[in-house]
């Protein structure tokens, strides 16, 4: 589940954290939440979703279709592998962060963690993916699910 310390800096795990002394009670943004079911129709949704939060909030053009890519992909991997059985459902938060330091993304199921394959063959990038377009990641699976965090430095609107 999206828990409050995915809505603040995410830690040092991530490497995501906010400068020491920075002031978070000036930062203003949209934040994006969605909870859908894990189903195909719902990578196009969350895209389209994703797409227009970060042309409303993220004022670099580049950083904003990363993001929309890596949801993207995290988002698919949730709708082709999380569920084996009934259909669960997909969160997605998106957020300037409240230090003001860029944006973090959570994307996160309740669904059966599969760790990758050591060899992915023709398929397999998404976390190679993440790793390349964000700045600072986590993918954190346990019985519970899978949440990827994301981070980015990036300039928001104010």
Do not use: K, M
């Given at each position: 589940m999206i828990t409050n310390r995915d809505l603040e800096c995410l830690g040092r795990s991530t490497g995501c954290v906010c400068p020491a002394?920075?002031?978070?009670?000036?930062?203003?943004?949209?934040?994006?939440?969605?909870r859908r079911p894990a189903r195909p129709e719902t990578i196009l949704a969350l895209r389209r979703l994703?797409?227009?939060?970060?042309?409303?909030?993220?004022?670099?053009?580049?950083?904003g279709e990363s993001i929309v890519?890596?949801?993207?992909?995290?988002?698919?991997?949730?709708?082709?592998?999380?569920?084996?059985?009934?259909?669960?459902?997909?969160s997605l938060f998106a957020a300037p962060r409240p230090c003001g330091n860029g944006v973090v993304v959570v994307v996160e199921d309740?669904?059966?963690?599969?760790?990758?394959?050591?060899?992915?063959?023709?398929?397999?990038r998404g976390l190679d993916l993440v790793r390349e377009l964000s700045d600072h990641h986590a993918v954190l699976g346990s019985e519970l699910g899978t949440t990827v965090r994301m981070c980015w430095r990036a300039l928001v609107t104010s």
């Open positions: 002394g920075t002031d978070s009670a000036g930062v203003r943004g949209a934040w994006l939440w969605e994703v797409r227009r939060w970060t042309v409303a909030t993220v004022l670099d053009e580049e950083i890519l890596v949801v993207d992909e995290a988002v698919s991997n949730v709708v082709e592998h999380a569920y084996p059985g009934p259909v669960g459902d997909v309740q669904g059966v963690w599969s760790p990758p394959d050591a060899d992915p063959g023709f398929r397999g």
